[in-house]
């Protein structure tokens, strides 16, 4: 299958710093990107719907001068949250979507943040 | 209001019998399921897929089961291995390219 990669895969910071995460398709061109967090024993909570070359889609509730994405290629999307504080500490999920998989959405393996 | 449900937060199944998985949904829009397996730390690895034209797909030990007029799905699996122990995701999939996703329910697989 197709392979999505993020990085980093865990990344602690200070409160008030800004902090990127990066998800790249490795093997196939993602023309949708989704950005998820994941709270502890909870399900994946859909932050946002990127298109490559606009601007993403915030789902209600979410933060976009916080969490602020980038869809620059058909390969990279970046998620930045910004001025972190410790409520946002959590799992951090980008899946990929294009081509011939269009209903299928394949995951990068996540990345952990904690913000002290 | 949670479009897609999985109301068995944990299942312990002994190695060799079969797991069964629910899912419920609301949204009568939806028309196409998956199911996604996830480790610790890891994100979702896809699973297995259905189509509401469908009611039935197959693949290996896995098969996923819709009923569209009760808005269920199941998986099912079988024999079960301890491999298989993880959390099990559906997630239910508009044509307007957005998916929902379940809460999620831990699977035991006990030798």
């Known amino acids: 299958g197709a392979v999505v990669s993020q990085h980093p895969s865990r990344v602690i910071c200070k409160s008030g710093t800004s902090v990127k995460i990066e998800c790249r398709s490795l093997?196939?061109?993602?023309?949708?990107m989704f950005w998820y967090r994941q709270f502890p024993k909870k399900s994946l909570m859909l932050m946002a719907t990127?298109?490559?070359?606009?601007?993403?889609?915030?789902e209600q509730g979410v933060e976009k001068d916080k969490f602020l994405i980038n869809h620059a290629s058909l390969t990279l999307s970046t998620l930045t949250v910004t001025s972190a504080h410790p409520e946002d500490s959590s799992f951090y999920i980008c899946?990929?979507?294009?081509?011939?998989?269009?209903?299928?959405?394949?995951f990068g393996p996540g990345t952990r943040l904690t913000v002290l | 209001d949670q479009q897609v449900k999985q109301n068995s937060p944990s299942l312990s199944v002994q190695e060799g019998r079969i797991s069964i998985l629910n899912c419920d949904y609301t949204?009568?829009?939806?028309?196409?399921f998956l199911w996604y397996k996830k480790y610790p730390a890891e994100g979702p690895t896809f699973l297995i897929s259905?189509?509401?034209?469908?009611d039935k797909n197959e693949d290996g030990r896995f098969t996923v089961f819709l009923n569209k007029s009760a808005k269920h799905l199941s998986l099912h699996i079988v024999p079960s291995q301890p491999g298989d122990s993880a959390v099990y995701f559906c997630?239910?999939?508009?044509?307007?390219?957005?998916?929902?996703f379940g809460d999620g329910t831990t699977l035991t697989v006990k030798p």
């Open positions: 997630a239910a999939h508009t044509n307007a390219g957005k998916s929902t």
């Open positions: 259905i189509s509401s034209i469908k």
């Open positions: 949204n009568s829009m939806f028309d196409y």
């Open positions: 899946s990929a979507r294009g081509g011939s998989t269009y209903n299928e959405q394949f």
């Open positions: 990127s298109n490559e070359g606009s601007k993403a889609t915030y």
């Open positions: 093997d196939f061109q993602a023309t949708t």
